[in-house]
């Protein structure tokens, strides 16, 4: 496994547009050809070893042989991870927006949270984020009929709001609350959210959302059957009923 190292040379201000930091952009290149990848800083181009120290193996490889670690503070580098086939990134600490954008395989760790726009419209692979997430994780961008198409992606904190809105398939799986409207136009795909959240599933007509904390629930869904679920009770809903959908919502049954 060929491995490169990434560090910040200094504390970004003005956030970095860094779409180049993937395994397939990588493989190909030798230290000095990585060197001089673009990015762009607000308005301002400028080669990766303007902004970033880099080091490692210097041999090219196959993207599914690329590991890159990420060392430092990110929460100002965007798009990390953009398209990436195969091949891992890891982020020792917190990632920027876009991270993960349209990556159809590979694994992508971050140690800390993650900003807005977390893997969206990604097609496969992994995603793992220790720490919490923004908001639109897994979702479309604006206009797109479709955001997450398949995948996994795991956020052991919190998440905030629209979590998988418009998802068309892969699952998504929160540890701890999420904010409003997860799951919304849903049109396949399953949610897991381990706390609580606002209104989930509004607009959807397929698909799966799992909430284990407290919520509230649309009038437009129809109240089901009690289901038990890895042996936890859960009170099963169907909609949205407005857009004849048949989707299910699952919410855990609080123990009196």
Sequence with gaps: MRSIVIAPRNVFCISVEAENISPDRFAPLKIEEIKKLIVWQGNRQKI?????????????????????????DFSNVKRIGEGMTSGAIEVQGS???HAGN???????????????WLAREMLGGRV??????????????RGEK??????????????????????CGGSIRVGGNAG???????????????GSTYLPGAEMSKGTINVRGETKVLPSFQKMEIAQIDGTDYQKYLGDLLENGKGELFVGVAVP
């Excluded at 902004?51 to 890159?68: H, N, Q, R, W, Y």
């Design 48 to 72: 990766l070893s303007d902004l970033f120290t880099v080091d490692g193996e210097d041999s090219p490889s196959k993207a599914e042989d690329m590991a890159i670690r990420l060392s430092g």
């Design 95 to 97: 990632a920027g927006m």
């Design 102 to 116: 349209h990556m159809s395989g590979g694994i992508l760790s971050i140690a800390g949270n993650a900003d807005d």
């Design 128 to 141: 793992v984020v220790m720490g919490d997430a923004g908001n639109y994780v897994g979702a479309g961008y």
């Design 146 to 167: 479709c955001g997450m198409r398949g995948g996994e992606i795991e956020v052991r904190g919190n998440a905030g709001a629209y979590l998988g809105e418009h998802l």
């Design 180 to 194: 409003d409207f997860p799951g919304a136009a849903n049109q396949g795909g399953t949610i897991f959210i381990g």
